[in-house]
T-cell receptor, first 117, second 116 residues
Framework: AQKITQTQPGMFVQEKEAVTLDCTYD???????LFWYKQPSSGEMIFLIY??????QNATEGRYSLNFQKARKSANLVISASQLGDSAMYFC??????????????FGRGTSLIVHP | DAGVIQSPRHEVTEMGQEVTLRCKPI?????LFWYRQTMMRGLELLIY????????DSGMPEDRFSAKMPNASFSTLKIQPSEPRDSAVYFC??????????????FGPGTRLTVL
């Protein structure tokens, strides 16, 4: 069974500084996808970044980058130059491999990020 | 594009009543997911569909929950009878098929359900 672990329930960062949100995953299959989503206090879920297990390079999307370390089974999200609007819950998620016709998505419990001015 | 549409946005009902949540996925998307989010349990996958066919419903808590997708542009999640412990935010999400399955999911705004 696949599993996502986010060990930091809460993180604080100063505006304009970089912050790393941790995510480790567990799967025995070689094919999977890793995602990060942001959930602001308004409640909507917003997709940030995706990394496929076979992708050679770490994914980047603007100020977001994914530090993908396959051997360690970690997929940490790095937010550069934090902004006040980055304050939100952040969820790491995994799409499992095809198994019996099913690509089960699994979400972590989330990390609450607060950006201080 | 309107994005994923969910209705109602808020629902307050009494224990024992039937509740129906509705979802319109993004046009052209092959996958549709129903999630439930609570403080205690986080974000849980209830069921997901591929091309209108239910693929995995192992997350549906019990027989009181049922989901249908009669066509590519509409899905419902029904709770009958509802109980206070069903109070949660219910999200619908859709995605498009890729070589490896699907990539990012596009979430609707959610339905906040309160069962008294």
């Amino acid at each position: 069974a696949q599993k996502i672990t986010q060990t930091q329930p809460g993180m604080f960062v100063q505006e304009k500084e970089a912050v790393t949100l941790d995510c480790t995953y567990d799967t025995s299959d070689p094919s999977y996808g890793l995602f990060w989503y942001k959930q602001p206090s308004s409640g909507e879920m917003i997709f940030l970044i995706y990394q496929g297990s076979y992708d050679q390079q770490n994914a980047t999307e603007g100020r977001y980058s994914l530090n993908f370390q396959k051997a360690r089974k970690s997929a940490n999200l790095v937010i550069s130059a934090s902004q006040l609007g980055d304050s939100a819950m952040y969820f790491c998620a995994m799409r499992g491999p095809l198994s019996g016709g099913s690509y089960i998505p699994t979400f972590g419990r989330g990390t609450s990020l607060i950006v201080h001015p | 594009d309107a994005g994923v549409i969910q209705s109602p946005r808020h629902e307050v009902t009494e224990m024992g009543q039937e509740v129906t949540l509705r979802c319109k996925p993004i046009s052209g998307h092959d996958y549709l997911f129903w999630y439930r989010q609570t403080m205690m349990r986080g974000l849980e996958l209830l069921i997901y569909f591929n091309n209108n066919v239910p693929i995995d419903d192992s997350g549906m808590p019990e027989d009181r929950f049922s989901a249908k997708m009669p066509n590519a542009s509409f899905s419902t999640l029904k709770i009958q009878p509802s109980e206070p412990r069903d109070s949660a935010v219910y999200f619908c999400a859709s995605s498009f098929r890729t070589r490896d399955g699907y990539n990012e999911q596009f979430f609707g705004p959610g339905t906040r359900l309160t069962v008294l």
